[in-house]
C-alpha cells in the first residue's frame, strides 16, 4: 500500500482557495494537471510502500502522535513554486499555528522510523499543492500566479483531525482514507 498521514482543511477553506484557482493562469492551461479539490491535503509525511502486515504499527505511530498533538488554528494563504521544469509544483502556503502541525510532523515521522517503517526525509514545509503544471505551462505564467497568491488569504479553521490516506497512483489519482484521530482540542 502507498501510504501518507495528512490534514485535510475543511470544506469551506477548500471552496475558497478553489475560487481562487479558477482565476490562475495555471487553470487555463490544457495540461497543467490541476490537484482535485476533493484530494487537497497537507501532507505530514509520506511513507511510501508499506507491506498490508505493517498496518497496524502504522496506525499505533499515527495515533501516538495524535494523542500528544494540539489541534493548530491555520489558515491557507499566499503560496510559492517548487521543482524546476518537469517537477515544478504550484502550492498556496499554510499560515497561521504552523508550528504546532511541524511538532506534529516530527512526532509522526519519530514514531514511524522508531518502528521501522519507511519515511521521507525532507525536511517538513508546510504546504498544500494546487497543480503540477511541470513544464507544460510557460514559466512567466508560475510567477504570475505565484504573485497573485500572495494576496490570498483563505478563512482560518482547526486542524482538528489526523489522516492515514492510501494513494492510488494511476490515469486518475484516487486517495482512500484508512483510519482517522483526534487531535486535541484548544
Sequence with gaps: MRLFAAIYPPAVA????TARIKGLRVAAARHARL??????????????????GRL???EHALASAARTARAPLLRL??????????STVLWADVRGEVDAL????RSIRGG???AGLPCDDKP?????????????????????DVHTLHGYAGPQWTAGELLLVRSHLGGT???TRIAAWRLAGR
Design 14 to 17: 477548500v471552496a475558497d482557495l
Design 35 to 52: 490537484a482535485d479539490p476533493a484530494n487537497l491535503h497537507l501532507t505530514l509525511a509520506f511513507l511510501g510502500e508499506v507491506p498490508d
Design 56 to 58: 497496524p504499527d502504522v
Design 77 to 86: 494563504a499566499g503560496g510559492g513554486s517548487f521543482g524546476p521544469g518537469r
Design 102 to 105: 511541524d511538532a506534529l510532523a
Design 112 to 114: 514511524l522510523r522508531e
Design 124 to 144: 517538513f514545509r508546510a504546504h498544500l499543492t494546487i497543480a503540477r503544471p511541470g513544464d507544460r505551462v510557460p514559466e512567466a505564467d508560475i510567477r504570475s
Design 173 to 175: 489519482p484516487r486517495h
